[in-house]
């Protein structure tokens, strides 16, 4: 029986269709017609232009290798940096919310871990997540500038990337740039690079994970941002050991030591391009061992008795999640929206009732919810699906680690085909 009990997690009822979008982004990144570099130097200008108007087992670096294009094609209109993004002068303006808003779409978000991913062994990378403020780190014309995921400037420093400060070996291009998707851990004051988007003005949006991170550690290496902190290099950086998602890897990240406080593990699939924006390319799952936030707190830092949820009202009252392709959780009456006070756009708590969340064919089918009150004003946007699903699962079903073993298990079992007969049998 022991062989069954190993795929037994991987038989529940499908309560997200997030395989099936993983599938769908592959193909799409593949037809994707962006000019990714104009995209990262719009992001590198808008950065700054914005700054200037307010003052263990051995993880593994292979060497990548070469994919092939996926004939197969998909119904999807190719967009362009022009079509999607503000130009420079417009964002410079922004502020506040709408500042916050630009923000958060330049940075590749992971959905959370609803279920196991095909092929998990083969095509996934798994890294311990440093706790932190996620932040972009542009390095140009002498400065390095951090932004925060909300708009605001987290530092304005000298560093030894390239071109990020003002010395005289600096021989570095003014039109050159570099661009490091990090998280900044404030007990070590060390900025943990996670991702690298662009790279002396090379961009890096339309390589797969897998050569970012060869390229990353390797590029890292040749500076000396890694060293501690001088007159001309304020902060150290440090890039986060990569493991494959084998048994090895996966014990690694969560049982291991590190660094820094984790929060949390961080799913790349090695074929993925720097997506901006949620993506299932992009995981990120928790649990006790490796996270001090599990379960979502309320501001006073407690474990509400009601799971809560943020969701967007809508001109016609329906209530969304923050998704490119949005979920409906429900609608609220014209009359109440109005007596309340409400407006679209509004972000709005609700708190999952005895009903809860009933599911069909991956889909949410009903959702049992409660209005609570406005959400935070610190907020820029509503929930996502797959972190009320978590979040669900949690407290119900969760999916725990002994599952991602398992998974391994059973991948590895699959590719031995006897193994398979004999357990049959």
């Not at 014309?141 to 071109?163: E, K, Q």
């Not at 070996?169 to 404030?186: K, V």
């Amino acid at each position: 029986m022991a062989p069954h009990d190993l795929r037994r997690p991987f038989k529940r009822p499908a309560i997200s269709d997030q395989q099936r979008r993983r599938e769908l982004t592959l193909l799409r990144q593949n037809q994707s017609r962006c000019d990714a570099q104009n995209h990262a130097r719009f992001l590198a200008s808008s950065v700054l232009a914005l700054h200037s108007q307010s003052q263990s087992p051995e993880p593994i670096f292979e060497s990548p290798i070469v994919e092939h294009e996926l004939e197969t094609e998909v119904d999807s209109e190719p967009e362009t940096v022009q079509h999607r993004e503000l130009d420079v002068r417009q964002a410079s303006k922004l502020g506040g919310s709408g500042a916050r808003k630009w923000f958060a779409k330049q940075l590749m978000l992971p959905e959370w871990m609803i279920d196991v991913p095909d092929r998990f062994i083969h095509d996934w990378y798994v890294f311990a997540r440093p706790a932190g403020k996620r932040c972009f780190v542009v390095s140009s014309n002498g400065t390095t500038v951090s932004r925060l995921r909300n708009g605001s400037i987290l530092h304005h420093f000298p560093s030894a990337l390239p071109n990020g400060a003002r010395t005289k070996d600096n021989s570095g291009s003014a039109q050159s740039y570099s661009i490091l998707d990090c998280i900044f851990h404030e007990s070590d004051q060390t900025y943990y690079v996670i991702d690298m988007v662009c790279w002396q003005g090379y961009s890096l949006y339309d390589c797969t994970a897998e050569f970012r991170f060869f390229w990353l550690n390797s590029k890292l290496a040749e500076t000396r941002a890694c060293d501690p902190p001088s007159h001309y290099h304020k902060y150290k950086f440090s890039s986060v050991p990569v493991y494959n998602c084998d048994e090895t890897g996966l014990l690694s990240v969560h049982r291991g030591a590190t660094p820094y406080v984790k929060d949390g593990l961080l799913f790349y699939n090695k074929h993925a391009h720097y997506q901006t924006g949620n993506t299932p390319l992009t995981l990120v799952w928790k649990d006790e061992n490796c996270s001090q936030y599990v379960i979502d707190t309320d501001s006073k830092g407690q474990i509400p008795s009601q799971q809560q949820v943020v969701l967007e009202l809508q001109d016609d009252g329906k209530l969304i999640t923050s998704d490119d392709l949005p979920v409906v959780f429900g609608c609220l009456d014209a009359d109440f929206i109005v007596k309340s006070g409400l407006h679209s756009g509004n972000l709005l708590r609700f708190a999952v009732s005895d009903g809860g969340l009933s599911f069909a064919d991956g889909k949410l089918e009903q959702a049992d919810i409660q209005y609570l009150g406005k959400s935070n004003r610190a907020r820029a946007f509503a929930d996502s699906f797959s972190k009320v699903i978590f979040q669900y699962m949690v407290r119900h079903s969760p999916l725990r680690f002994d599952d991602l073993l398992a998974a391994v298990s059973s991948s590895t079992a699959k590719a031995n085909g006897p193994s398979d007969v004999e357990m049959s049998g």
